[in-house]
Antibody
């Protein structure tokens, strides 16, 4: 079964950091570009970042560029999102996705 | 940045009746490779989004044939030939020609 499982969400103060992880299984992970997408409460889907299968090509949305860093470990079939300088508006459900497969998400709450 | 605009914002449909959602991009989504990078997703409450249509009109594996996508350039449409109760949710178009951008979403419910 193809599966993506996010973890690492939680409550963090403004200005703080979190590292999200996504464990992949059931497919050849290193063949697929991966993304992080989020949905803030009451809002639509927002794409955040993409990393190619090899990890050599990376893109970010302007809203997170310079604060978030995407990475992957193909030996561990894992995707990561390091989030620094978190703001209230970063509170959201964060999904790991290849676009045809989605995890169930992990919730990040930024609040003092 | 490419802006994706969906209409309508919401749609209430009688079961068995058709539904149509429009998506317009701020610039053509046709790549030099001949492909058009426009996708449709359905996001049901409490579930992760699911891919319905890729590259304008290709239904993803397992997607019922009552869903169809069409369009070119900057104007695209998702059609549901006969809406069923399980089709309720928010539909999003998305472009991947330049980075990725989602439309604002269209909420579909049943009358």
């Amino acid at each position: 079964e193809v599966l993506l499982l996010e973890s690492g969400g939680g409550l963090v103060q403004p200005g703080g950091s979190l590292r999200l992880s996504c464990a992949a299984s059931g497919f050849t992970f290193n063949r697929y570009g991966m993304n992080w997408v989020r949905q803030a409460p009451g809002k639509g889907l927002e794409w955040l970042s993409y990393i190619s299968g090899s990890g050599t090509t990376i893109y970010y949305a302007n809203s997170v560029k310079g604060r978030f860093t995407i990475s992957r470990d193909n030996a561990e079939n894992s995707l990561y999102l390091q989030m620094n300088g978190l703001r209230d508006e970063d509170s959201a459900l964060y999904y790991c996705t290849s676009m045809d497969v989605w995890g169930r998400g992990t919730t990040v709450t930024v609040s003092s | 940045d490419i802006v994706m605009t969906q209409t309508p914002l919401s749609l209430s449909v009688t079961p068995g009746q058709p539904a149509s959602i429009s998506c317009k991009s701020s610039q053509s989504l046709l790549h030099s490779d001949g492909k058009t990078y426009l996708y449709w997703f359905l996001h049901k409450s409490g579930q992760p989004p699911q891919l319905l249509i890729s590259e304008v009109s290709s239904r993803f594996s397992g997607v019922p044939d009552r869903f169809s996508g069409s369009g070119s350039g900057t104007d695209f449409t998702l059609k549901i030939s006969r809406v069923e109760a399980e089709d309720v949710g928010v539909y999003y178009c998305m472009q991947s020609l330049q980075l990725l951008t989602f439309g604002g979403g269209t909420k579909v419910d049943i009358k």
